[in-house]
């Protein structure tokens, strides 16, 4: 069970310490509907894709487009980083892109609805790298009639 | 990805999300987190736990009502860990000294895979287009003469090492993840040639290769057994 870093094996929190993180003078709040009249995406930092997308790469701040009709089958992951576990992925998807979970949670009225579309970053993008395609992708969130993003990391 | 969270929500999509690791969310204040105790790589939790992954996902979710933030709520929820049986040994030796090549090794594993894929009904190998043969006779080929560029050399051994653990999930006595793991850099012939291949990536001129061999070949946790080579 992680922690906090301290809790992880050294040369595991020594690899996460190193990693260089952004920080921002102050963090926008949006307000809005509640969730049960939300539209939601799933963002996903994890480097998935459609089996025969473009694999990510080093540097790599684009982003991957998944139908929310996408079966289980199609998702590959070409992250970079090797260390984090790939064999929970490999049982289930849900464990890293719940889309079925989000599905759930729209047929039993806790959600409004689900986007049409979600989408997939790969992490260990520099955040100066991944800033163009995220305002981008804000413009193609609204034209789906999304209010919410559930980010997911890896 | 935290940063996600800033650059979204400023063009007006609300946003929430779960934090793996506390400090870094700490340091990026994204408006929302839901920060869990889960190992890297398994954001909801549990596979095939769909009640447990919902529970999250809804906990997440929920924080999007708040505009309190930054904020980092605690998920009160642990996955407990796999219990761990000392002793375990890979059912059918596939240590390297038992087959004469890679391929060999490959070979052997199909009908594991097979069935891993019957199993679970699809597979997550397939990033690099190669079927698992050739993806063998790439990473071979990278040991034996000249290094190919990175990313295709990448892909190639992604691509195996899900078919390796996906692979091992099938055995008749499979054992825990992490077993799974300790046997594919302990035990196969892939895990040594990868082992092998770490020195020469990491002396390669090209950058790519560099940063291959120094970062993306094999993991924090794994590279004490390049000391002792």
């Given at each position: ?36 009249e ?89 955040p ?13 969130l ?13 | ?78 996955v ?10 890979c ?30 009904g ?30 295709p ?33 302990s ?24 940063i ?18």
């Amino acid at each position: 069970m992680v922690k906090r870093l301290d809790d992880l094996p050294e040369v595991e929190a020594n690899h996460l310490r190193r990693v260089e993180c952004p920080t921002y003078d102050d963090t926008p709040l949006l307000g809005g509907k509640p969730l049960a009249e939300r539209r939601v995406a799933i963002i996903s930092t994890a480097g998935l894709h459609r089996r025969g997308d473009r694999p990510f790469r080093p540097g790599d701040g684009s982003y991957r487009v998944i139908p929310a009709e996408t079966p289980a089958r199609d998702l590959v992951m070409s992250h970079i980083s090797v260390n984090f576990d790939r064999t929970g992925f490999q049982q289930d998807s849900n464990v890293v892109f719940p889309i079925d979970r989000l599905r759930e949670l729209v047929a039993d009225g806790a959600v409004g609805s689900m986007a049409s579309v979600h989408y997939s970053f790969m992490g260990a993008f520099p955040p100066d790298a991944a800033k163009p395609h995220a305002q981008h992708l804000a413009g193609l969130l609204k034209a789906d009639k999304v209010d919410a993003a559930l980010l997911v990391p890896v | 990805m935290g940063a996600l969270g800033h650059f979204l929500e400023r063009e007006g999509i609300a946003t929430t999300g779960i934090s793996l690791v506390r400090e870094h969310t700490e340091k990026v204040r994204p408006p929302r987190a839901l920060w869990v105790t889960f190992e890297l790589g398994r954001p909801l939790g549990q596979p095939d736990d769909p009640p447990f992954q919902r529970r999250v996902a809804k906990a997440a979710l929920d924080l999007l009502a708040r505009i309190d933030g930054p904020l980092i709520a605690d998920y009160p929820e642990d996955v407990t860990e796999e219990a761990d049986f000392t002793g375990w040994a890979c059912p059918i030796s596939l240590a390297p000294t038992q087959v004469d090549s890679l391929g060999a090794e490959i070979d052997r594993l199909a009908t594991w895979h097979d069935r891993a894929v019957a199993a679970r009904g699809r597979s997550t190998v397939g990033v690099s287009g190669l079927d698992m043969p050739s993806a063998g006779a790439l990473v071979d080929g990278a040991l034996a003469g000249s290094l190919p560029p990175a990313q295709p050399l990448k892909e190639a051994i992604d691509d195996l090492k899900a078919y390796y653990l996906e692979a091992a999930s099938a055995f008749p006595d499979s054992g825990t993840d992490r077993m799974r793991k300790e046997w594919f850099w302990s035990e196969t012939r892939l895990g040594e040639v990868l082992l092998a291949l770490q020195p020469k990536l990491a002396a390669s001129d090209d950058p790519q290769h560099k940063i291959l061999g120094n970062l993306t070949l094999i993991p924090a946790l794994e590279r004490h057994r390049l000391a002792k080579r």
